[in-house]
């Protein structure tokens, strides 16, 4: 069965990165949330996509020049009041439910990796006990590597696309780089994916590759049908509806013979 990962929560349906809509997201009955997490300048873990905050909120500026308190009242865009939450309101959200957390560590405004996000992020995953339900992401080896030094059990997912894997001399030599990480899952952009399938499956096997962001009908239809992990979807209503068409297709044809 393949899973279904809300993206940003489900950004195509509430708010990204807000709390009700990891509430709301949580509800449908996902298998996994992906979410995006920065650091504040007082070294607090935030929840956002992007290094700036204009897009997704009412403030301007890098969200690493604010402090953790000074981007609570900094509220987000059609989130009803809400701003930007903190790592630890979101696990809060998902103390109680059984849903894997793809916590993905972002850069900088610069492009740069944080100095010492990768350890207070392991921390605090330790601290709440959720290092089996955790799978830390990043398009950034150098992250994912340095996370492995720190913990050698924690859970890992490489994020590719085409302009991270020409950063890396290609997809044959991305893939490589990913599959020498151990234990990592790796989930490809779809249009990357749809053109070396065949590689991606041969390096990674089906229980280790994923693919994002597939929004469509018809497009989460044929991917749930891929021997693949995991789709990464803003419409998680869809994709969960679309596996349990699947599911009920798939048994009347077992129990019809």
Same mark, same amino acid.
């Given at each position: ?54 897009? &997704?909120?009412?403030?301007?500026? +890098?969200? @690493? ?5 000074? $981007?609570?009242? =900094? !509220?987000? /865009? ?28 972002? &850069?900088?405004?610069?492009?740069? +990796?944080? @100095? ?5 992020? $392991?921390?605090? =995953? !330790?601290? /709440? ?47 490589? !780089? ?80």
């Amino acid at each position: 069965m393949v899973l279904v990962v809300g993206h940003r929560g489900a950004r195509n349906l509430w708010p990204e990165n807000s709390l009700d809509g990891f509430r709301c997201t949580r509800d449908l009955g996902v298998d996994a949330v992906e979410l995006d997490v920065h650091m504040a300048r007082d070294g607090g873990l935030v929840v956002i996509h992007d290094p700036t905050l204009e897009r &997704t909120t009412e403030g301007s500026g +890098p969200v @690493a020049d604010r402090t953790t308190a000074e $981007l609570a009242a =900094i !509220r987000l /865009r059609e989130g009803n009041g809400e701003s930007v939450p903190t790592l630890d309101a979101v696990l809060d959200v998902f103390a109680d439910a059984p849903v894997e957390l793809h916590i993905e560590i972002k &850069t900088n405004v610069l492009g740069c +990796p944080y @100095a010492g996000l990768e350890a207070r992020l $392991l921390e605090q =995953i !330790r601290r /709440r006990g959720l290092g089996e339900r955790v799978v830390l992401t990043c398009f950034v080896p150098e992250v994912l590597e340095t996370v492995r030094r720190l913990d050698a059990r924690q859970r890992l997912l490489a994020s590719l696309d085409r302009r991270s894997a020409e950063m890396m001399d290609g997809l044959a030599s991305a893939l490589e !780089r990913f599959v020498a990480i151990d234990g990592c899952l790796v989930a490809v952009e779809k249009g990357l994916l749809a053109a070396g399938f065949d590689l991606c499956l041969q390096r990674l096997g089906s229980d280790r590759l994923g693919v994002w962001v597939v929004n469509e009908p018809d497009e989460i239809a044929t991917w749930t049908k891929k021997p693949i992990r995991q789709i990464t979807t803003d419409r998680p209503d869809l994709a969960l509806r679309q596996r349990h068409v699947a599911h009920r297709t798939r048994a009347d044809r077992f129990y019809g013979e």
